[in-house]
Structures are given as C-alpha cells and as structure tokens.
C-alpha cells in the first residue's frame, strides 16, 4: 500500500535493496557542481548538501510557521533527507542565473530523476519513494519548508566558502561565470526562488554575512 511505513522484512533483507542502498551512498561523494565550477576546494557532496537542509528544517523550521500553516517537521525531515538522492545516479546539475550559460532541459531532467528513483526506491518501503514524490510536488507545507531550506543551505555554505578564502575561480571553469563575480551568483539564484517572507528575511541576512566576508577580502 502506497504511504506505508512498515516495508517488509522480505524487501529489507532482499539483494535488491542492498545494492540500492549502495547505490544511494554514491550520494556522499557526488560532489556539488556550482561548487565545481567556481573552483572550491574540496567542495560538499551532496549528501553534505541533504544533511544542511535537514538540519536548516530542524532548527529553522517553526519560524516558517506563520508562512506554511499546518506544517509538520517530523514529516519535513524525511522530505529533506530524500530530496536529492536521485542525483546519486543522475550526478548533480547546478542551477544557473548567467544567462549565457546554457541550461538542461527540465522535461529531460525530471524523467531522468523520476528513473533514478525507480532503482533506488524501488526495492525499499514505499516511504521512500512518497516522500521524494511529494518534495517534487511542492504542494504541501513541508516541501516548501524544504525547498525554502535547500536555497537558503546554498547561501550559508556561500558564506562559509567566502569567510575561510576556500575558492579560486581560476581553478574552476574559466568559461562558467561571465556575468558573476565571487560567489554572487549562489545568490542571484536563490533571491528570485524563495516563496516565504521568512525566506527572504534569512536570505537578506545571509546576504549581508556574504558581502561583509566578500569585501573584507
């Protein structure tokens, strides 16, 4: 039954599963692209990515209540945790505001990730799969808690790359930033993406912390 919780023993103990959890834990060394591209040392995975929009839901999440009435942390957790497991297969693709920049096709990439989940959900309990499939729906008010928190991840983890000196575009890709300089383009991508009023006040703060550690150097 889809929306159970209980799985089996029979689909847990399965070779299947094994070997999709395996392929899950490609997660932790698939690492960002943005990051990549700027030329970040030693730059997060993507399951580093997952664990700070889980933590964000966690510490973060009552001051979204006003925004996203009814909403559940517990139920947002498991939303964050999954959100982006398919790029375990399908590898991360970074979300670009340069407008020179050619971008994926999102058809293309949604059934791609829709695909990668066949695999990697498939032979687990059907929790898994629901919660990815309803982040994707961003129709209740814990995927939008998780989306607001998977922007606002990208701005703190921003912060932290400018304030310790961790990037030098020069050693990313030369052709990947025309119109960005530094890392403002982490934040050229979210502004326009938040969808909360406690969104946007973090994202402003977030800013604030960026330019300060930016012109500091």
């Known amino acids: 039954m889809a929306g159970d919780d209980s799985g ?15 392929d899950a ?18 730059p ?3 399951a580093a990515h997952a664990w700070g929009v ?18 559940d942390l517990d139920r947002a957790l498991r939303l964050a945790v999954v959100h982006d497991v398919a790029e375990a297969e399908t590898g991360d693709v970074a979300t670009r505001a340069d407008e020179t ?5 999102s058809t ?12 990697l959900a498939g032979p687990l ?28 991840d990208v701005c703190l983890q921003a912060v932290v790359y400018e304030r310790d000196d961790r990037y030098d575009p020069a050693a990313g890709d030369p052709d990947a930033f025309r119109e960005y300089d530094d890392l403002d383009e982490f934040f050229a991508t979210t502004a326009a ?8 006040d973090l994202f402003d703060r977030l800013s604030g912390r960026y330019h300060a550690a930016r012109d500091e150097g």
């Not at 293309?108 to 695999?119: L, N, P, V, W």
Request: proline share 4%; charged share 40%.
């Open 8 to 22: 089996s023993t029979d689909d847990l103990d399965s070779a299947a599963a094994i070997d999709a959890l395996l």
């Open 101 to 105: 920049v050619e971008t994926p096709d």
């Open 193 to 200: 993406r938040l969808r909360t009023e406690t969104g946007r």
């Open 108 to 119: 293309a990439k949604e059934a791609a990730e829709r695909a990668a989940m066949e695999s």
């Open 25 to 42: 834990y490609d997660l932790k060394d698939e690492r960002r692209t943005g990051w990549q591209l700027r030329g970040v040392d030693d």
């Open 44 to 46: 997060e995975s993507v």
């Open 54 to 71: 889980a933590y964000l839901v966690l510490a973060l999440g009552d001051r979204f209540r006003d925004d996203l009435p009814g909403l």
């Open 125 to 152: 309990p059907d929790r898994v799969r629901d919660a990815w499939e309803a982040y994707e729906a961003r129709d209740s008010p814990e995927a939008l808690l998780v989306k607001e928190c998977d922007l606002l």
